[in-house]
């Protein structure tokens, strides 16, 4: 057979190991073999321990096909990640259950409803990112019952656990706090201020890592900035735009700088300020 341009020698497991490790050592025998050799062992678990053929998964590459990380893959297409972690929750989930699950006409679950919502997004950060840039979402999402899964999608992409019983703008409220403060706490290199304690912080580096790129998403949707003409050319006004409240009654969410760069470093002051008090704006 030819893979890549390269042409190999495919050998296949059919019941035993020691019959397969027969056919192939004479053509690994050598100490230079000549040839290259694909060797494919349906339906076998790798035993990393004592496998027969332990000698040639050293020597050789071994590629181990994740059926969950593959599944996710296709499941994306229909569904957000917060329903796809619960279809992938049980342990001994099958292929078949996974073919099912993906099909337009046996699942048992919907397609996911916030995609057809949030339509002009990307991917779950996406969908994340336009909700809590705006609500005018919002109407639709209580509409169509789609809560739950949005739940589920903060859930499973951030680590944030969100009430099932809130209103929207609530949890938007939780969450952008979450994301904001989030980001702060890991550009910190000492221990963060105390008016942080009541927000929960990412466990893992995943989420910690996708807080910190909703929060990049957010604040490149939310800052405009753009030149001045007239008395004040040669300046920049800059902007932020929230649905938090809280954020509002701040107040400083606009403002001029000299230079483009410098309108940047008000946002992020701006941020970083609202941030350290936070408890000030509280409902």
Partial sequence: MVVGGMGARLIEYDGSMFELRAVIEPFVCSDAPTECMIVYLPGCERDRHGSVLMELEKAGDCYEPQLKRLARNVLRQRYTDGVIDEMLAPERVSYEDLARASSDTSSTEPPSILKSIVHNTSGSDGIIASWLA??????????????????????????????????????????????????????????????????????????????????????????????????????????????????????????????????????????????????????
């Fill in 134 to 283: 705006s609500d005018k979402r919002d109407a639709e999402i209580e509409r169509k019952e789609a809560i739950r899964e949005l739940v589920k999608l903060v859930r499973s992409k951030l680590g944030l656990e969100l009430p099932d019983d809130a209103a929207l703008p609530k949890l938007r409220s939780i969450t952008l706090r979450y994301v904001l403060a989030g980001e702060f706490r890991s550009d910190l290199r000492s221990a963060p201020p105390s008016a942080l304690d009541a927000i929960p912080a990412a466990k893992t580096k995943d989420e910690e890592a996708a807080v910190r790129e909703l929060a990049h998403q957010l604040r490149i949707g939310s800052l405009t900035a753009i030149p001045r003409w007239g008395s004040l050319s040669g300046s920049w006004f800059w902007s932020i735009s929230t649905s938090d409240p809280r954020f509002r009654r701040h107040g400083g969410q606009r403002g001029n700088a000299a230079t483009k760069d410098e309108a940047v470093f008000e946002l992020e002051r701006e941020f970083t300020r609202f941030i350290a008090e936070t408890e000030k704006y509280r409902r």
